[in-house]
């Protein structure tokens, strides 16, 4: 795991200030490789290239970057990991013949098989999370490219007279060339998802290569090409729907064999490794497969909380005793929770708000006490059809869907302008098995369901925060995204698939895997993510939806493969979120804080948020009112992020 930086087409008066300005920029990522720097400059085309190493496989001089072929044509910056580097070594070699192979490293077999293959050929080849810039010193061209499901990133753009691209923000923002303007309409999109959905960034001009696309640059850095799919997601899940499953006992030992592999490969590495372990499915059958593969206890961590509904850590201490893992927990206070959102706006580099930020870096600060390397269980609930609004969606929809629209239009006026929170007073005079929760934010949540044309439509409602964010952004217009296009989606069976599909594509590499990389990466950390192994997506969208959710729950033929290793009656309890109390620590210990970030003269001073809204939103939580925590959540983060970088 490594951090990439870079530029091209800036004039610079010596060469030695060009390596200066790429040791600098590489210097503002060193958490992601602690262990080396590496520098490279063609001073003919001005390109540049910077890498922080942080060593995992050959800890040898061997696996130095910048890396240049043996002949001469190519330079490689490269991070993550290729799992199958050793079944392409063996393939090129039956190819070409003996390599004179100077190490052991993944990057000295990327960087074959991409002079042998060329690029896109090489990537679709490729078992692995990476992103990578190749340099052509004698086609004067620029290559980046990014993994299939976007477990590493890469930001790339023009900013003055240069072409910059590197693993995060930061290191862009240390080029003289950069300008550093926010996007309005980015912001826009942020404020909706609580993260900006690629291609955008923060910044206008500055671009997330997508998941599964690579980039040529040429003509010193001014001609950047359209980004290319090397493999299509929609077309894998459009094709799945033709695959004719076997029985549930062959498709149940299709997915224990392809996890074990997966998780197999993810487990090589010349340093310590284990796992986090929450105790829900996803990362229990990580740790039972890593255990059940090794000849040593798998170190498992955990983080709990005091505050109930919020400790999942009595759970994962059970399933380690089960599993004879090494397991290391650490309870955490409100104050050691509290004391990581200083350090969010750094870590992350562009507004960011799945609070989950928090307990992940805990999570992963602990890790890197003991281990250099993690497995992870994300992605489970995106391929097995696992979370709750997936269910609550689809039932909704089955209902208003029946109803003629004029009937739900007007049903949805009547709702609208309901005395909410007289209503809810009523509601506490009914027995408690009538009462509905919350009910004073639920009603216009119901009133604008009651509006949508499709499912589609619907779900992009239930996973928007602001449902409006073009009228509280000054100045902005919401760039479409596939949320908001039906019309892109592939053609699949239903509304489950539709949504399992919107999350693969947007939440889970835009929010999910974004908040693992840099969590973890800010303190040297590598996670990898064996449910995400490409082989692994593909067989999901061969699984029917009847093998994903049974008996009114989720992930049930992955359900089928744990209960081979750990006892189900150990595994049966409701799901829980990976979260903190924001809802709570707004109103207390936070609030002066959040009441500063927020205050009426300082928003309107820096002129990108209507603040009537937010005001209004602040007070109503504040009371008690209504429950806007993630809503001020979403603009917390992004006055926090704006006070340290603009």
């Keep these: 795991m490594c951090g990439l930086s870079g530029f091209w087409g800036q004039s610079f008066t010596s060469s030695g200030e060009a390596q200066n300005t790429a040791r600098r920029m590489a210097d503002t990522i060193v958490h992601r490789g602690p262990d080396d720097l590496g520098v490279w400059v063609d001073d003919g085309s001005g390109l540049a290239l910077a890498h922080r190493r942080l060593s995992i496989l050959d800890l040898s001089p061997a696996g130095h970057q910048p890396m240049v072929s043996p002949c001469g044509r190519f330079v490689l910056v490269y991070n993550g990991e290729i799992y ?94 950069w300008r550093g303007e926010v996007n309005r309409d980015a912001l826009a999109l942020y404020m909706r998802h609580n993260y900006v959905p690629a291609p955008w960034s923060i910044y206008k001009d500055i671009f997330k290569l997508p ?23 929609a077309q894998i899940a459009e094709q799945g729907q033709a695959f004719t499953p076997g029985s549930s006992e062959e498709m149940i030992d299709e997915l ?71 397991h290391t927990e650490l309870y955490v206070t409100p104050d050691e929770a ?32 003991h281990v250099t390397v993690s497995l992870s269980g994300d992605g489970g609930d995106e391929l097995f059809y696992g979370y709750s609004r997936y269910f609550k969606a689809e039932q909704i929809w089955g209902k208003i869907s029946r109803l003629p629209m004029p009937l739900r239009s007007a049903a949805r006026s009547i709702l609208a302008h309901a005395p909410a929170r007289a209503l809810e007073k009523a509601m506490g005079v009914l027995p408690r098995r009538l009462r509905i929760n919350h009910f004073a ?71 999910i895997l974004t ?7 800010a303190v040297s950390l590598e996670v990898r993510v064996p449910l995400l192994d490409h082989r692994m997506v593909e067989f999901a969208w061969r699984v029917p939806t009847e093998y994903k959710y049974r008996d009114g729950q989720g992930k049930w033929l992955l359900r089928q493969v744990l209960h081979r290793y750990v006892p189900n009656e150990l595994m049966e309890r409701p799901k829980m979120g990976f979260g903190v109390p924001i809802e ?18 300082r928003l309107r001073e820096e002129g990108f948020f209507d603040p009537e809204p937010i005001r209004k939103k602040w007070q109503e939580h504040l009371a008690g009112e209504r429950r806007w925590h993630y809503f001020l959540w979403d603009v917390l983060m992004f006055q926090a992020w704006l006070e340290e970088w603009v």
């Design 84 to 177: 199958n580097h050793p079944d392409l070594r063996a393939e090129l070699e039956s190819e070409s013949g003996a390599f004179d192979w100077r190490g052991h490293s993944d990057t000295e077999t990327l960087l074959a098989g991409l002079r042998h293959w060329g690029i896109e050929r090489c990537l679709q080849k490729l078992n692995g999370m990476f992103a990578f810039a190749l340099w052509d010193i004698r086609g004067q061209q620029l290559f980046l490219a990014r993994d299939r499901m976007g477990e590493k990133p890469l930001y790339y753009g023009r900013s003055g007279n240069a072409f910059l691209f590197g693993s995060e923000l930061k290191t862009l923002a240390e080029h003289p060339e």
């Design 515 to 521: 908040k693992v990389d840099r969590a973890s990466m």
């Design 338 to 369: 509290m004391s990581v959102i200083p350090k969010l706006p750094g870590i992350y580099d562009e507004p960011f708000s799945d609070s989950s930020q928090i307990p992940t870096f805990l999570v992963s600060q602990l890790a890197r006490q």
């Design 256 to 326: 224990d064999a392809l996890l074990r592999d997966a998780v197999a490969r993810r487990m090589m590495a010349d340093v310590p490794l284990g796992a986090f372990l929450s105790g829900g499915y996803d990362s229990t059958t990580v740790a039972a497969l890593m255990q059940a593969q090794s000849q040593r206890p798998v170190k498992t961590f955990t983080i709990g909380f005091h505050e109930e509904g919020y400790n999942e850590a009595v759970h994962a201490r059970a399933v380690a005793t089960h599993l004879g893992t090494e």
């Design 584 to 601: 709570h620590w707004l109103r207390g210990p936070l609030r002066g804080w959040a009441e500063e970030l927020l205050s009426e003269q």
């Design 441 to 511: 934010d639920r009603l216009p949540k119901l009133a604008e369901i009651l509006a949508h044309p499709s499912g589609e439509a619907l779900y992009r409602e239930l996973v928007s925060h602001a449902k409006n964010p073009a009228q509280l952004v000054l100045g902005a217009s919401e760039p479409h995204t596939i949320l908001s296009r039906p019309d892109q989606l592939p053609k699949l069976p239903g509304l489950r698939e539709q949504m399992m599909y919107l999350d693969m594509v947007t939440y889970l590499p835009d929010d």
């Design 211 to 233: 998941p599964a696309h690579f980039v040529v640059i040429g003509g010193g850095g001014r001609n950047v090409g359209e980004p290319h799919c090397y493999w299509d997601l």
